[in-house]
């Protein structure tokens, strides 16, 4: 009786087996990482050559909402329309002979979740951590009093003797603080050097211009030069329309800024901030023009075109350095040492990798990349 | 107060934005482009400034009759001309407040503003750039000038990239047997791009990553504080 009550029981299950998912693998999974506005829905289909499947949602009214038709047996489909985390999806996949005929359908409904923690950024997290840690601890070893060995920036070094000569020859100093808005760092990074640049103007009675590319780096600007001026205790020298808007246009700017170089004939020129194809334009002009050049950027592909044009180039991290430098503080410039160690971080890194992936290790390298 | 709420807005929205870069879930998820969104409403109000102090500029040049002061003139028309247009007859896809301006359009073949975008600022863009060709000319010439041992590396460099990417180069060792094709000029050309050149590229922005890092991190803890307009 046993016997035959376990093999009816065997049948059964062989027989349900066979009506649901006889051709049809579906699946659908949360999609991992994200916010839960999205669910991925993965088919198979077996034992077919051909055919063609659709995939729908059903709607609350039971509706079907065809997502996709295709014939594409074997897929992953990422449904990120108007999915809510916590809410039941119910996915159906039908599967169509080559004659039309509907040979299955199957069924499958799934619930999306939002994440608290992106586990593809661990790396980005350790490294985080590991930078900030160490540019935190040189900041506070600095205000210690310790002694810290900066190495020398000749670019900056020269600030000085552009200033000066501005002044002897009774020219102005011409600073174009990069074409991209407030949201770069690169522009930031320029008009701190500014401010810098403004007090030494001030103190030396040179005139400075301004022409800028962005209407919110304009207001920073003039903000950032009247408190030179007041700072340097010269608040009668500052003229509030030294820094004044161009356009937001790339070659609309270019013009501009070349138009002031070949009439003003500025007698040292500064470049800092973020660069396009504008750079050699620019720096080629003001050498024309014979002034005394300081151009940065931490865009690799115009770095050359500086290097070639001016007499100073602050490369990449030099330009984000500068400011920390020029103050000579003696926490800002732990920040720099911080900066020194995550690159020495990232040679020892990248020299580990570079001989794990010659032996075929690949795991530092996957565990490093973003997906 | 008016320096520290700065630094204390400043310092808030910075963890914020760390934190939300690793956590997917609501509200962090969505801050960084909420804030992007602002930071659009906000330039929107901005280009008003920008456009005053324009004409303030402008105008103040030619009133004291500065020196070059015909070509502010010109500035001035050409910015009261193209806003002008654009309000009375609007653009391609958006109305003016005479309407569509199909009228004017028949006559000119399309919208004023657009007309104008068309065949004179384009073209005014177009020879900004152009002038591109001859700077690279001139700067190149000065860069490959061979004084030094690493000006020379630098110009042998620039001869075998500029010969690899020509027909010339593939000429000039194209009778080289299989063997020894690593000696093809488009080969070494593709070489020093893909390797020597990417390598100090990456080193560059490696550099520039750091420095990134450690400028956001004295923003973010107010010990850099220039960018307020002060120490």
Known sequence: MKKSIFLFFLFSCFFLYSQVGQYIDLDVVDTPNDDGSSLQINWQVSDCDSGNVVLARLADNGEKHVLVKTNNLKRRYEDGTDVQPGVDYTYILSLYGANGEMIEEAAFTATSKAQWFNTNKIALLIWVIILTVGIVYFIFSAKSGKELYIRKISGLESMDESVGRATEMGRPILFVPGILDLDDMQTIAGLTILGQLALKAAEYDAELIVPVCRSMVLSTAKEIVKEAFLKAGRPDAYKPDSVFYLTDDQFGFVAGVDGIIVRDKPAANFFLGAFYAESLILAETGFASGAIQTAGTAMPSQLPFFVAACDYTLIGEELYAASAYLSKEPHQLGSLKGQDLGKAIFVIVLTIGIILEISGISFLKNFLTLH | ?231
């Open chain 2, 1 to 231: 107060m008016k320096r520290k709420l700065p630094l204390i807005i400043t310092f808030c929205v910075g963890i914020i934005i760390i934190i939300s870069e690793f956590i997917p879930h609501k509200p962090f998820g969505q801050i960084s482009g909420e804030l992007e969104i602002w930071f659009l409403i906000i330039s929107g109000f901005a280009i008003l400034l920008g456009q005053l102090s324009l004409l303030k500029v402008n105008f103040l040049k030619i009133k004291f009759k500065q020196k070059n002061w015909p070509f502010f003139v010109v500035t001035l028309v050409s910015f009261a001309i193209m806003v002008t247009v654009g309000i009375f007859w609007g653009t391609e896809s958006n109305h003016g407040i005479l309407g569509n301006g199909e009228g004017v359009a028949s006559l000119i073949g399309s919208k004023p503003f657009d007309y104008l975008f068309n065949n004179v600022y384009q073209h005014l863009s177009a020879t900004m750039f152009s002038l591109l060709a001859f700077f690279i000319a001139s700067a190149a010439y000065r860069a490959f000038i061979a004084r030094t041992v690493e000006s020379n590396l630098l110009l042998i460099a620039a001869v075998l990239v500029m010969l690899g990417n020509t027909s010339l180069g593939s000429f000039l060792t194209g009778w080289l047997p299989q063997s020894l094709s690593f000696l093809h000029l488009p080969n070494i050309a593709e070489f020093i791009m893909k390797y020597p050149n990417t390598a100090g590229q990456r080193a560059i922005m490696i550099g520039a990553g750091l420095g990134l890092i450690g400028s956001s991190l004295r923003i973010i803890l107010g010990i850099e504080r220039s960018y307020l307009g002060g120490e």
